[in-house]
């Protein structure tokens, strides 16, 4: 790697932060189940950790385009996350663990999309090496569910806090150690932040991107528990969890080839198809082994495509003054209002309507999601990398 790009510390920060989401996403919720939570606070609890990405990403990323500092708004947004999470350790009750989350997301969510700049901006002109570093991420997260999987078959569920909070400091140490870029702005770069969310295709990206996550939903919160329904081991849980994440380490390493050969409109195109045959696969095979392995394998397409897709076209979109508002909305519309509508719908439909009904419904989102990107999405000039 070129000695000018900080790798492997920008890898190691992929590698930690995603290895932390490796432990809310399969096991949270079974950690919520376990204090006896119900499945609407598990959904709103879970809608709370998300609903923060429609606010704070938006807030840093404008101080850090003003400042030209991405590096030091991630250092002190991981500082702070990782300061209140410990409040987990020592409260309890739905009440101190909705403002937990509320505070400890705040700022959790506001570093990645920051990093996701700054990563850019360390690439300068080759941005194709993106997914070679963020590859890491999905490394750690694979990593971290088969170790906590592991884990939680010797030992009760109660420990998972403590662990998280392990992994939240090494965030933070990490993002001590990576130098900070300072953007110089030109000229070219006087168009304003409105003048570009104005464009039909704009908006079109952000509407396709939040009900992809509004179908995500329901996997993120309740995957795990639907598992378990069906008594799958933790281990196996996560196993299907790791499986799901090493398919989309697989698609990173022939991510450039893909986007040389395909412009980004037809690999986003195929990625949606493919998520109505996930959640469609998620929602009535789940007794089969086969098919659930399926499933998991198109994750790559579900979320690791899609998300590098998403990642050139904000960058695209959006020029080098507004990058970190640009990645900041991306999350906020996607992960952050996609994902709250997601958590609150499943958590609100799981029991009357069930999991299968719920999964389906996720699958209907995609198919939205396809005609609004077939119509507007991607149509610009130079929509691929080669």
Same mark, same amino acid.
């Given at each position: 790697?070129?000695?000018?790009? =900080? /790798?492997?510390?920008?890898?190691?920060?992929?590698?930690?932060?995603?290895?932390?989401?490796?432990?809310?996403?399969? *096991?949270?919720?079974?950690?919520? %189940?376990?204090?006896?939570?119900?499945?609407?606070?598990?959904?709103?609890?879970?809608?709370?950790?998300?609903?923060?990405?429609?606010?704070?990403?938006?807030?840093?990323?404008?101080?850090?385009?003003?400042?030209?500092?991405?590096?030091?708004?991630?250092?002190?947004?991981? @500082?702070?996350?990782?300061?209140? *999470?410990?409040? @987990?350790?020592?409260?309890?009750? /739905?009440?101190?663990?909705?403002?937990?989350?509320?505070? *400890?997301?705040?700022?959790?969510?506001?570093?990645?999309?920051?990093?996701?700049?700054?990563?850019? @901006?360390?690439?300068?002109?080759?941005?194709?090496?993106?997914?070679?570093?963020?590859?890491?991420?999905?490394?750690?997260?694979?990593?971290?569910?088969?170790?906590?999987?592991?884990?939680?078959?010797?030992?009760?569920?109660?420990?998972? =806090?403590?662990?998280?909070?392990?992994?939240?400091?090494?965030?933070?140490?990490?993002?001590?150690?990576?130098?900070?870029?300072?953007?110089?702005?030109?000229?070219?770069?006087?168009?304003?932040?409105?003048?570009?969310?104005?464009?039909?295709?704009?908006?079109? @990206?952000?509407?396709?991107?939040?009900?992809?996550?509004?179908?995500?939903?329901?996997?993120?919160?309740?995957?795990?528990?639907?598992?378990?329904?069906?008594?799958?081991?933790?281990?196996?849980?996560?196993?299907?969890?790791?499986?799901?994440?090493?398919? %989309?380490?697989?698609?990173?390493?022939?991510?450039?080839?893909?986007?040389?050969?395909?412009?980004?409109?037809?690999?986003?195109?195929?990625?949606?198809?493919?998520?109505?045959?996930?959640?469609?696969?998620?929602?009535?095979?789940?007794?089969?082994?086969?098919?659930?392995?399926?499933?998991?394998?198109?994750?790559?397409?579900?979320?690791?495509?899609?998300?590098?897709?998403?990642?050139?076209?904000?960058?695209?979109?959006?020029?080098?003054?507004?990058?970190?508002?640009?990645?900041?909305?991306?999350?906020?519309?996607?992960?952050?209002?996609?994902?709250?509508?997601?958590?609150?719908?499943?958590?609100?439909?799981?029991? =009357?309507?069930?999991? %299968?009904?719920?999964?389906?419904?996720?699958?209907?989102?995609?198919?939205?999601?396809?005609?609004?990107?077939?119509?507007?999405?991607?149509?610009?000039?130079?929509?691929?990398?080669?």
């Amino acid at each position: 790697m070129d000695s000018a790009i =900080p /790798y492997w510390r920008l890898s190691g920060f992929y590698f930690f932060y995603f290895a932390s989401l490796g432990g809310f996403l399969p *096991f949270w919720s079974l950690f919520l %189940e376990n204090i006896s939570f119900s499945s609407v606070e598990i959904g709103e609890l879970s809608a709370l950790m998300v609903a923060t990405k429609v606010i704070a990403p938006n807030i840093w990323g404008w101080l850090a385009d003003y400042t030209g500092k991405s590096l030091r708004v991630v250092r002190l947004t991981s @500082f702070f996350g990782m300061l209140i *999470f410990a409040g @987990f350790l020592f409260k309890s009750g /739905y009440e101190a663990f909705a403002w937990i989350t509320i505070g *400890f997301s705040f700022f959790w969510n506001a570093a990645l999309p920051q990093f996701e700049a700054a990563t850019l @901006f360390h690439l300068r002109d080759e941005p194709h090496r993106y997914s070679q570093i963020r590859l890491w991420g999905s490394m750690g997260f694979i990593f971290s569910v088969l170790a906590i999987g592991k884990l939680l078959d010797l030992y009760q569920i109660e420990i998972l =806090p403590a662990v998280i909070l392990l992994l939240l400091i090494l965030i933070w140490l990490v993002a001590l150690l990576i130098p900070e870029v300072r953007i110089i702005h030109h000229d070219l770069d006087a168009v304003g932040i409105f003048e570009i969310l104005r464009k039909p295709e704009v908006i079109a @990206f952000f509407v396709v991107y939040m009900l992809l996550q509004i179908a995500h939903g329901p996997y993120y919160v309740f995957f795990s528990i639907y598992l378990k329904n069906y008594h799958y081991s933790s281990s196996i849980t996560g196993f299907l969890w790791a499986l799901g994440v090493f398919a %989309e380490v697989v698609l990173f390493v022939f991510m450039r080839r893909l986007i040389n050969r395909f412009t980004l409109r037809k690999i986003l195109l195929v990625s949606i198809v493919l998520s109505i045959v996930r959640w469609l696969l998620i929602a009535w095979g789940v007794q089969s082994w086969t098919l659930l392995l399926l499933a998991q394998v198109l994750h790559a397409a579900t979320f690791g495509a899609s998300h590098v897709v998403a990642i050139h076209l904000v960058h695209r979109y959006f020029n080098s003054r507004h990058q970190g508002k640009g990645q900041a909305l991306y999350s906020s519309m996607s992960f952050g209002l996609g994902g709250m509508l997601g958590g609150l719908l499943s958590g609100y439909l799981w029991i =009357p309507l069930g999991a %299968e009904i719920v999964y389906s419904l996720a699958a209907g989102c995609c198919v939205i999601a396809f005609v609004v990107a077939v119509i507007w999405v991607g149509k610009e000039k130079s929509v691929n990398l080669a």
